[in-house]
């Protein structure tokens, strides 16, 4: 029952208030899928208390929380006096219903505005506490140790550009089917599906369906470009070399530190490569991969037809075959350097163990992303068709991500 002003993805921030402004909306709603991104979500709180739009905000996706709301109700002021009461979390889109129907009941909102306002201000005293274990842990806690000696890989091959490119029906085998009905269709887990009434049956044909489409009318192509680069490590940063001139660096990508698993030590991605010090080379993955660039005119299109239903299949899809692409890419360079299956670790920028997501243009550059894949960055350093990931590698045997 509600108009929505659906301004799709990547959106200017600004863009926000002035369609807000130019429809007379009652809301805002926002959504990401990155730590990185759901942080301008607060860029824009603070834009809306400069620019005098005062109208609740509704936000959800994988990393937002009520805790992050609370983050955004602050609007990046230190005043918790100043925290707004209007900032909602929203865990799925019901919910974001619902409390638009609470908004606009045509009661007395003073009481539910209190009632989050004090909600966002325990929230906020659980994650100021959160944040000051983690920074005590950050000071405190050893660094892990990694065993360096004895890890060698092969000295080719080392290349900058290798391209991949597949028809979506070659690719199927690699389509992680598992992930796709569950996360990017959002079917859920088995047993959510088992009381919904969707049969296996039913999703495997569905799966088929759109395989035949997408290949059909060429809206997919899996594809990649993909080098592997002999590095070394200074500090948290590693220095990326031309391979073939050693003496001259190419480019640099630095890690973040964070909390290992059982809280026990720190880690970054950097140490899973020989330091400069050592003398030693290593050799990092370097790969960019994308479901084609030709997908969002084809999104943009079943979008504005009003068909959500087929823009959730299409879009699920061309984001999990940029994701199993990569794993596939991952694959062809430990099969190159004679490793094992599974070995090494992938980061990708934006995420918490390689944060600065500004590292996607050094990725993009580095691989020519423009010329030999169709692929661009935003103003934001993410990447245009959505359904791209870009990311560095070690092959370390004992690298993983905390």
Partial sequence: GYRVIDLGTMVPLQQYIDTAKEHHAHAIGMSALLVQTSNHMITVSRMMQEQDLDIPVLIGGAPVSDRHAAYVAMAGHDDRAAIRSDVFYCRTAMDGVNIMNKLRSGEDLGALLQRNKEKLLRKLDHAEKKAAEEQELLATLPRRKVVMNGFRLPEAPRFARQRYQYTLREFVSHIDKKTLFSLNWRFGTSSARARTGHTSEELEALFEKWVERATKYEWIRPQGVAGIFPCQAEGDVIVVYDP????????????????????????SGAQYFHSR????????????????????????????????????????????????????????????????????????????????????KTIHELLAGAELLGVHLTSAGEFSPTGTTGAVVSYHPEARYT
């Fill in 244 to 267: 073939h001139d050693l003496s001259r660096e190419i480019a640099r990508f630095d890690f973040t530190v964070v909390i290992g698993a059982g809280r026990q030590d720190l880690v």
């Fill in 277 to 360: 010090a050592s003398g030693a080379m290593s050799a990092c993955g370097i790969q960019l991969t994308t479901s084609g660039p030709q997908v969002d005119a084809v999104l943009a299109d079943i979008k504005a037809s009003g068909d959500s239903e087929s823009h959730l299949f299409l879009q699920g899809l061309s984001d999990r075959i940029a994701e199993d692409m990569a794993e596939h890419l991952n694959n062809e360079q430990r099969r190159l350097l004679g490793l094992d299956p599974g070995q090494g670790q992938r980061w990708s920028p934006g995420y918490p163990g390689m944060r600065n997501i500004e590292l996607n």
